[in-house]
């Protein structure tokens, strides 16, 4: 029979203290105690202490020493998550107290992939800012997994993106937003911009902007390559950026790259892409709200989700 060592509630509750948690993380962004303890204007002494403390609490070791200094084990990663979390609805009941004494402010924390930022991220911001002038926001894109990542840590208020790729999608509340459809795009200057019909055999050889493996427009594009009995182009450059793509179109080697229609519609609009006679016939994969569950939003992350929901339906408009 194995017994159950866990530290019970009412004796986490009664000896850990909210600046134990604070020195965690300090220790774990730092690497060192000797770094956390300068960050934190404590002696290296006291840190080792606090430490010790903190690992005598939960009855385990959550920190191991190596040759790149000190590093979180399995069961420090899993306190040091919640310890941002924590940490992050600190800072929101300070942000919301100051925004109910001035009556205005607050703060948005907003994660986009890169196709959901000119579909719906940045109306959906323009119209909250209509009622929220004074509203903070941090805009960070990403891919999806650094976006649930972040929301993981208490990063994030909240992702538009896919939780496909999660490992524990259940974690995760996700309301769909829009289906993500996508166009093959070359530079303005490519040699293919006049041509009235091509073929994906005639681009198999060419040079290639590719999103990294395992994301999903890189799943979608090997399927559109494999079910047309095609091999994955050879010549790439893999990025996941799509200001790194719209510069690498530009150059002399002539690539094409895959884009969500959404940006494709926006390169073309500033003469920076242009779209090939060319569908893609495999199935996209939809982008939502994504939230987590075991979390409280802010006055502010509602806003934003009601924002969102009332863009989202609007017809688009290609150029």
């Known amino acids: 029979m194995i017994m159950d060592k866990t530290p019970s509630l009412q004796s986490i509750s009664a000896r850990l203290r909210f600046k134990q948690l604070v020195f965690l993380i300090a220790l774990d962004e730092a ?18 202490k606090m430490l010790h403390e903190i690992e005598v609490t939960f009855d385990a070791r959550l920190f191991v020493r190596s040759k790149r ?17 924590l940490q992050s609805d600190l800072a929101h009941l300070r942000e919301e107290f100051t925004g109910v004494l001035t009556g205005k402010g607050g703060r948005l924390r907003v994660g986009a ?16 800012r209509e009622s929220q002038p004074a509203l903070s926001v941090n805009l960070r894109e990403d891919t999806s997994a650094g976006l649930l ?30 289906d993500e459809r996508v166009a093959v795009a070359v530079g303005p ?3 293919l911009v006049h041509q009235s019909h091509v073929t994906l055999a005639e ?19 090997e399927r559109e390559f494999q079910e047309a009995g095609l091999p994955l182009p050879e010549h790439t450059t ?67 989700v009601a924002a969102l929901r009332q863009i989202a339906p609007r017809p688009h408009t290609g150029s």
């Open 238 to 304: 893999e990025t996941s950026s799509i200001f790194v793509t719209m510069l690498l179109l530009q150059e002399p080697n002539h690539p094409v790259a895959l884009l969500t229609a959404e940006n494709m519609d926006l390169c073309v609009r500033h003469g920076l892409a242009h779209r090939l006679p060319l569908e893609i016939r495999s199935r996209t994969e939809s982008y939502g709200i994504v939230t987590r569950r075991d979390t409280v939003l802010s006055p502010a992350a509602h806003l934003m």
């Open 69 to 85: 200094g000190v590093q979180a084990n399995e069961l420090g990663r899993c306190v040091l998550r919640y310890a941002r979390l």
């Open 31 to 48: 690497g060192s105690l000797h770094q956390a303890a300068e960050q934190l204007a404590m002696t290296q002494p006291a840190a080792t």
């Open 113 to 128: 992939i890169g196709g959901a930022l000119p579909a719906v991220v940045v109306p959906a911001l323009t119209l909250l």
């Open 149 to 178: 990542s972040a929301l993981d840590e208490g990063r994030l208020d909240l992702a538009i993106c896919r939780i496909t790729i999660a490992m524990q999608p259940e974690r995760y509340a996700y309301e769909m937003l829009r």
């Open 189 to 191: 200057r490519h040699p």
């Open 203 to 221: 681009l198999a050889g060419l040079n290639w902007i590719l999103y990294p493996s395992l994301m999903p427009l890189r799943n979608l594009l």
